[in-house]
């Protein structure tokens, strides 16, 4: 059972960076791909970024590539989120998840595990 707790989040303004932090514990760290997933306003929750388990491979949403960067620390424990040329859109609720069964997804349906979630707030 892994438990994860994301932090980093905040508000900021249209342009600027926020950079999040998701603390696994209770499994092995390095056996999970590893996601970020936001759910804005009334809208869905959808897939920003996703890391493999070594962390060779990544994924990005289009909406977000080349401004955002995922990357992991095995020996932490610990996935980030380097967020950076914020926009108003951007703003939800970002949550990160893991994946006990692929070596890396997309798909929300794969992640098992879930955060509780930190707020990113945009201000334009």
């Known amino acids: 059972q892994v438990q994860l707790v994301e932090s980093g989040g905040g508000l900021v303004q249209a342009g600027g960076s926020l950079k999040l932090s998701c603390v696994a514990s209770?499994?092995?760290?390095?056996?999970?791909?590893m996601g970020w997933f936001r759910r804005a306003p009334g809208k869905k929750r959808e897939s920003v970024a996703a890391?493999?388990?070594?962390?060779?491979?990544?994924y990005y949403a289009d909406s977000v590539k080349g401004r955002f960067t995922i990357s992991r620390d095995n020996a932490r424990n610990t996935v980030y989120l380097q967020m950076n040329s914020l926009k108003s859109e951007d703003t939800a609720i970002y949550y990160c998840?893991?994946?006990?069964?692929?070596?890396?997804?997309?798909?929300?349906?794969?992640?098992?595990?879930w955060g509780q979630g930190t707020q990113v707030t945009i201000s334009s």
């Open positions: 998840a893991a994946d006990e069964t692929s070596v890396i997804s997309r798909t929300r349906g794969s992640y098992g595990y």
């Open positions: 890391i493999s388990r070594s962390g060779a491979t990544t």
């Open positions: 209770g499994g092995t760290f390095s056996s999970y791909a």
